[in-house]
């Protein structure tokens, strides 16, 4: 038996981000994770792989349909599934490895299984060699991330036919028909992978916009980008059944009271993501999550046991990979006496199809809900010189501030890098800048970061070139 200050249980960005922080702070560390590989679902089957697949097919697009505008021409463009997944599972393997040669760095120890709570103070792993083993802490941090959503009723996974996004980041060929259920990120994401490399794509969704958290003009321009590049929505349009017909996949639907039916190859259930805490004995220590599989934490992360926190995809807010980092940075320096904080308000969103959409703050929806006195500023890239030198002009920047301060309190892009443009406007947010302070500030010339100088004027209706 170890006896450890802290044990992060689940080795996700939560979990080995907080980790590595406590092993800076001094703290005498150890992380459990029972994947077998560290990073969570983000590196071993989310964020990168599914962002190595998007940049992938996102090369063979361009090559297909963009660049002989750049005077560019092949005789045959082709592409190879299996050198993606070879590609792709490279890069999740070399950045896996990574971690734990951070790990060693920081002096946390890495315990390979799955932990379950004896008591407040003790875990029980069992290990991926199949022994048995008790360690001991002063505090526990939660950090076991998420698991798809699965449609048990509806649309069980098989793991072939009807998929999460796990499987959907897997396939050994392209599919002829892939239906998608859910207009989220993750079913626009993965959508457009196969799209692009020759899948007739539909998506249906239940409310009646694509993207629902963002902004209302961003989701109107994204549907009509997608749909131009062959992508078929049916909104407002409730599943009710996916199953195996001989070799297709049946989806029925109900649409405007009527029903609707698709013979497709494959289906992807995209309907979000349920908090991970099934199995790690909680009911040992006193725990006991929602409905929803979330745990009830209080400003400093701590559960309603002292001394067991949690973190990350586990406890409310997005479930984003960045927002888990934050807090597992956060949380290791509670636990070490430290002011740990995340400020909520600066977390940035992104949509990694093409063009990318990002966001920070609120959107105008949320802005005229809660009765604030706004102004915004919008201008398209179509006005910027590095945009049309790309041959990219879809999409457009929008900056909400407050009427009387100035301040920022959204911003929304969509187009080009919008994923690295919207880092300048997360820095606004976090540091409580004026849309005058971005308008004030020099932007090189000719870049796509322009726009964000062109939309922050625009707020004051004095924008310069547009």
């Not at 970061?449 to 070139?465: G, Q």
Request: with cysteine; glycine share 10%; proline share 3%.
């Amino acid at each position: 038996m170890a006896a450890y200050d802290v044990i992060f249980v689940g080795g996700g960005p939560a979990g080995y981000t907080g980790a590595i922080r406590a092993g800076q702070l001094g703290l005498n560390v150890a992380c459990v994770e029972f994947r077998g590989s560290l990073g969570g679902t983000c590196l071993n089957v989310g964020c990168i792989p599914s962002k190595a697949l998007l940049q992938s097919s996102e090369f063979f697009h361009h090559a297909q349909h963009k660049s002989a505008e750049h005077g560019i021409k092949y005789q045959k463009v082709e592409f190879d599934v299996a050198q993606m997944m070879k590609r792709k599972d490279g890069i999740v393997s070399s950045l896996t490895k990574g971690i734990e040669g951070l790990f060693k760095k920081n002096k946390v120890t890495y315990i390979k299984g799955k932990g379950t709570f004896v008591n407040a103070n003790t875990i029980k792993v069992a290990t991926m060699d199949g022994s048995v083993e008790e360690h001991t802490a002063k505090s526990f941090v939660i950090s076991t991330g998420s698991t798809p959503i699965e449609l048990k009723a509806i649309a069980p996974f098989d793991g072939k036919d009807i998929v999460s996004s796990t499987e959907a980041l897997c396939f050994e060929k392209v599919p002829e028909h892939l239906v998608v259920i859910g207009a989220g990120v993750i079913g626009l994401e993965m959508g457009s992978v196969w799209l692009r490399l020759g899948s007739k794509v539909t998506v249906i969704e239940a409310l009646d916009r694509v993207l629902p958290p963002m902004d209302a003009a961003v989701s109107a321009e994204m549907k009509k980008i997608l749909e131009k590049q062959g992508m078929e929505f049916m909104l407002s349009t409730k599943l009710t059944k996916a199953e195996k017909s001989g070799k297709k996949v049946k989806v029925t639907a109900e649409r405007d009271g009527k029903p609707v039916t698709i013979d497709c190859d494959k289906v992807l259930v995209a309907v979000g993501r349920r908090a991970y805490t099934d199995g790690l004995g909680l009911e040992a220590v006193g725990l006991a999550p929602r409905k929803d599989g979330k745990l009830d934490v209080n400003h400093h992360y701590q559960t309603a046991v002292a001394n067991i926190f949690a973190v990350g995809d586990v406890i409310d807010g997005p479930m984003l990979a960045h927002k888990a980092d934050e807090e597992g940075v956060a949380v290791a320096e509670i636990i070490a006496g430290k002011p740990g904080h995340v400020n909520y308000e600066a977390i940035p969103n992104v949509v990694y199809t093409w063009p990318e959409v990002a966001s920070v703050g609120m959107n105008e929806e949320e802005a005229k809900a809660k009765g604030l006195n706004y102004k915004t500023g919008k201008v398209p890239f179509m006005a910027n010189g590095r945009a049309r030198a790309f041959g990219e002009t879809d999409g457009f920047v929008k900056i909400i501030a407050d009427a009387k301060t100035d301040r920022i309190i959204g911003a929304h892009i969509i187009g080009p890098n919008a994923s690295e443009l919207i880092a300048e406007l997360v820095i606004g947010v976090e540091f409580s800048a004026s849309a005058e302070d971005i308008g004030r500030s020099s932007h090189a010339h000719p870049t796509l970061a322009e726009v964000m100088k062109e939309a922050a004027l625009a707020v004051d209706k004095r924008s310069l070139n547009f």
